[in-house]
């Protein structure tokens, strides 16, 4: 009796940590599967802000930052909460696809994807990716190594950034731009002749600080379009958000060596978990380095004695949001160790964000569209806000129609300027509006 | 002989002549009940005509319901492909504001 009593007792022991293993398991499951977007804090819970550029690199690891998800205003625009959250546009926009880059619905939550594999690069100097549109400094003593991140906007098609290693060897600040002859060329079919030199200030593209490269004709510079950072716009050069360019010079000595590499898809691991980050490769780049991350995922599988999910790999592939994925325990335990996305405040002022002045009735404006439709009317007037330098602009509702106003300027010479401007780079024909009260 | 011969056209004759005034009557009556049932049939066609005007009427109606909500669906997807195709447009004109 004694025994069968034992019997009973140890075996409904044994199904007690057998249920609980399988809780755990199923925890585990759930962990590493988490879909980013949905948040670890119920609403409100909110986090005050997250780190967006500054990073500790734990040893062995490849994946620092973490995601985060904020709750768009009205009014907001992805640019702006990609400048303020030190994202490029175009990151910004691949993960969260379908979202209206100028009139986002406000209230929708967006993700920012604040979290990086580092490229397959040596982890010194600066390395850029030009796939994934990022900038990695690397600083450390031996003992620890730290990085800073910086969104970038690289080379277009025809002006692709080259590839390869290189090192700074002069610095600048307030840089006087030199015009190339093949962009003075462009200016001038366009009809918007430059200058042979453009100096210091609002006009100069170069920004205020620039760090010119060994290979000729090549810099890593600030912008006066800063809407620009993370997109393919530039004639090679890298460029950067103002407020980056400028810790970015002041914290890189001459000499410093710089990789600039493209690598589409990243491999990399935290606390025993593999991720992978797919971006949309450039032009021409994307079959080699496809079949380079599938050699490599097949050498880590062949590694473990166990498969890899295949499945999840091809359907991070094709969705290319730019966010690291967990696809493989590389250790057992190690999926409770996946973050879920931090959800953010909105904060009260987008830095960076363009100022619109109050209306004037003794100013200039332009009007520059005049359409029936408020998101088409609130988009122009967002476009046009962004440009570099800016100019303001705002909707005026008028019966059923929307008017996109541009102004106030200050004298008839502005306002001519940017009918000017708006027709050369948005072939935008806006009409003069001279002042109310003069 | 004779008078046999006038017994047996007379067995004859009468049951004829009665044969005769009993199909008549059969006439009349299956006359006035085919009228009936012409009339009944003729309501008939005229409900089944009715019924099938209805149907093709519903039928009609449902089509035009059908054929609206297929033109909505379309004007919908035409005003979404218009709406992102300015935006892509409006979209293309910033990039290339943007370069230098």
């Known amino acids: 009796m004694c025994r069968f009593a034992d019997l009973s007792l140890s075996a409904g022991c044994f199904r007690l940590i057998a249920l609980w293993l399988c809780i755990l398991s199923l925890q585990g499951c759930a962990a590493l599967q988490s879909v980013p977007g949905k948040s670890a804090l119920a609403p409100g819970h909110l986090a005050a802000g997250i780190e967006r550029n500054d990073f500790s690199v734990a040893k062995g690891d490849d994946v620092i930052g973490r995601l985060a998800v904020v709750r768009l205003e009205k009014g907001d625009t992805l640019p702006d909460i990609a400048r303020h959250f030190g994202l490029g546009i175009t990151a910004l926009s691949a993960a969260n696809p379908g979202v209206d880059v100028w009139v986002p619905e406000a209230g929708k939550p967006v993700i920012l994807p604040l979290s990086f594999i580092l490229p397959d690069a040596p982890r010194r100097g600066i390395v850029v990716n030009v796939a994934t549109m990022r900038l990695f400094q690397y600083k450390g003593d031996g003992k620890s190594l730290a990085v800073s991140t910086y969104p970038v906007g690289v080379g277009t098609k025809e002006r692709p950034t080259p590839t390869g290693p290189t090192r700074v060897y002069r610095k600048a600040a307030r840089p006087t731009w030199h015009v190339p002859a093949s962009i003075a060329e462009d200016h001038r079919k366009k009809g918007d002749p430059l200058p042979a030199e453009v100096p210091p200030g609002p006009e100069n593209p170069l920004g205020e600080y620039a760090l010119y490269l060994s290979k000729p004709g090549y810099l890593i510079h600030g912008t006066n379009k800063p809407a620009s950072i993370g997109l393919k716009a530039t004639n090679g050069c890298m460029r950067l958000y103002p407020e980056n360019i400028e810790v970015l010079f002041n914290d890189t000595p001459v000499n410093t060596p710089v990789a600039i590499v493209n690598q589409p898809y990243l491999i990399g691991q935290r606390n025993g978990v593999l991720y992978l980050e797919v971006h949309t490769p450039l032009e021409d780049s994307g079959a080699p380095e496809l079949e380079k991350m599938y050699e490599k995922l097949r050498a880590i599988e062949k590694k473990a004695g166990r498969p890899l999910d295949w499945k999840k790999i091809r359907e991070v592939q094709t969705e290319a949001r730019g966010i690291p994925v967990p696809i493989f325990k590389l250790r057992q335990g190690s999926e409770q160790e996946v973050a879920n996305p931090l959800e953010v405040e909105h904060p009260d002022k987008l830095s960076g964000r363009p100022e619109i002045p109050d209306l004037k009735l003794d100013a200039w404006y332009v009007l520059a569209a005049d359409v029936r439709n408020e998101i088409d009317a609130r988009r122009i007037a967002a476009i046009i806000n962004h440009q570099g330098p800016p100019i303001p602009a705002r909707v005026l509702a008028k019966n059923d129609d929307y008017r996109v106003l541009a102004g106030p300027f200050a004298d008839i010479g502005e306002a001519r300027d940017a009918v000017k401007r708006l027709k050369i780079d948005l072939e935008i024909d806006g009409i003069l509006i001279d002042p109310v009260r003069k | ?100």
């Open chain 2, 1 to 100: 002989m004779k008078g046999t011969l006038l017994l047996i056209a007379m067995m004859l004759v009468l049951p004829v002549t009665m044969i005769g005034c009993a199909t008549t009557g059969e006439l009349e009556k299956v006359q006035a009940d085919q009228k009936m049932l012409d009339a009944k049939v003729e309501q008939a066609v005229q409900d089944a005509q009715a019924a099938k005007a209805a149907a093709d009427a519903a039928k009609a109606k449902a089509d035009d319901a059908t054929a609206r909500a297929d033109n909505a669906i379309k004007a919908a997807e035409e005003k979404e492909r218009i709406a992102d195709e300015k935006a892509k447009k409006a979209d293309a004109a910033f990039q290339k504001s943007m370069r230098k």
